[in-house]
């Protein structure tokens, strides 16, 4: 099964501080300062300073740590221009050439309502892990939607389709063995990846939400679309 997940600087300051030479005259003798030299002839014994030169202090904060995935692997679309299209098994959304979402189901369900109204909330489609190299390669493909449109379609079915966590408690794990690593709550999980950059970058995602849903069929074998709340 593959699932389809949406969710929803440098500061420098500088300080200058100054010091002043001065000059003073004695018994009506000048005495002429100049850089670490000493009194002319005829000059008082007045101890003679150099001017302190100005002081620069910098102090800076690390960057702040990303937000969202970085680099991002992602599908740009217009979401008015969306289409639904039914072959095989499959529900594909698409923006013209464009493919958005491809989620599996059955004819006449409405899967391919429910992914039509979730994209169309959405410009942009992403993805994490989808060059993995594993034999049940959509296990480990999450996805997340970004760029809110400002529609709000209804998605049917929210209730059947979505399961709460607790953001606050998220785990990544790795299961050992080349099994891939994982993102939970206490023992759910929430989804598979690949290595373990994938899974740092999934929990980035996922902490943004508190609940995740899902669309299309939970076959290993076919495409599965989820989105959080």
């Known amino acids: 099964m593959r699932r389809i997940t949406y969710a929803a600087p440098l500061a420098v300051v500088l300080v200058l501080a100054a010091g002043a030479g001065c000059a003073s005259k004695d018994d009506g003798n000048p005495v002429i300062i100049s850089g670490g030299g000493t009194p002319t002839p005829g000059a008082s014994s007045t101890t003679t300073q150099s001017s302190p030169k100005p002081v620069t202090t910098t102090s800076s904060k690390p960057p702040a740590p990303p937000s969202w995935p970085t680099p991002e692997d992602c599908v740009s679309y217009n979401p008015n221009n969306l289409t639904v299209h039914y072959e095989a098994g499959i529900y594909q959304i698409a923006d013209g050439g464009t493919v958005v979402a491809r989620i599996a189901g059955g004819p006449g369900e409405n899967t ?3 992914g039509l109204a979730l994209a169309q909330r959405y410009t942009k489609h992403c993805y994490i892990g989808r060059t993995n190299n594993r ?4 296990d480990f493909v999450f996805d997340y939607w970004r760029n ?3 529609a709000t379609p209804p998605i049917a079915d929210q209730e059947d389709d979505c399961s709460s966590y607790d953001r606050n408690n998220l785990t990544v794990e790795d299961m050992g063995g080349g099994d891939g690593w994982r993102v939970k709550d206490h023992d759910h999980v929430l989804h598979l990846f690949d290595n373990g950059d994938d899974a740092r970058n999934g929990k980035l995602v996922l902490v943004k939400y508190n609940q995740i849903c899902y669309l299309g069929s939970g076959d290993e074998n ?3 679309v989820n989105y959080g709340l």
């Open 148 to 150: 809110p449109s400002g």
């Open 135 to 138: 034999e049940d390669h959509n």
């Open 112 to 114: 391919g309502d429910k």
């Open 222 to 224: 076919f495409e599965q």
